[in-house]
């Protein structure tokens, strides 16, 4: 609640409610209890009814018209799916950003690098790998890239804490994923695309994404 007066309580509601369906704290199919909610959330209903239309565009709620508001289920083929189109999308964002960032572009890009941590850690981590990459896909000066990438970012979050719960702690993967985030920042600051492309690409193969596809399957 610390930010609660910073932010509008429409936004303040959407990125909570966001919080507890990425988190699947509010489970996947999960009926919504739209009064409980919003006292558990703190805010009224009004603007809990807002957060859950905008979610319900993002894909993460279902709202059908007399039934039940609904958190959306996760399943196999759509974890498959959204790897199928990050593997597409990621990699052209990344090599548009090594062709036109910056040098401010860059700054931003190294500062979110030097404050990741392990992703496999905790949740936490994992907004940070996001902040990470949404400075690379802002250098891409796409803008429609980066808000497909911002959405598919949001619906693929879900499958993460799925992998997160299985997670490979080991250090030489830890290590892996440091070192590709590093190759990554350096074929950006070297301009260089389709080195960018080709370590993305991998990135994504490696991905806790990925690593969903497997569990769910």
């Not at 990470?132 to 803008?143: D, E, G, M, T, W």
């Not at 911002?150 to 979050?157: G, N």
Request: glycine share 4%; charged share 30%.
């Amino acid at each position: 609640m610390d930010n609660f007066q910073l932010v509008t309580k429409n936004d303040y509601a959407y990125h909570k409610l966001k919080e507890l369906i990425v988190t699947c704290e509010l489970a996947p199919g999960e009926t919504i209890q739209q009064s409980a909610l919003a006292a558990k959330i703190g805010v009224s209903t009004t603007p809990l009814r807002e957060a859950i239309r905008r979610l319900s565009g993002e894909g993460l709620i279902d709202l059908a018209a007399h039934k039940n508001t609904k958190v959306s289920d996760i399943s196999a083929d759509e974890a498959r799916h959204l790897l199928e189109v990050r593997r597409a999308l990621e990699p052209l964002a990344v090599q548009l950003a090594a062709e036109r960032r910056t040098d401010e572009d860059l700054a931003q890009i190294k500062s979110n690098l030097a404050r990741l941590e392990p992703v496999y850690r905790d949740v936490d981590a994992l907004q940070a790998h996001r902040v990470f990459h949404q400075s690379v896909y802002l250098a891409s000066k796409n803008p429609i890239l980066v808000d497909e990438l911002e959405r598919l970012w949001s619906k693929a979050d879900r499958y993460r804490v799925i992998a997160l719960s299985k997670k490979d702690t080991s250090p030489a993967r830890e290590a892996q994923i440091k070192s590709e985030h590093q190759e990554i920042v350096d074929a950006i600051a070297d301009k260089d695309g389709e080195s960018a492309r080709a370590v993305m690409l991998l990135h994504v193969g490696r991905s806790l994404g990925s690593q969903a596809v497997h569990l769910l399957d």
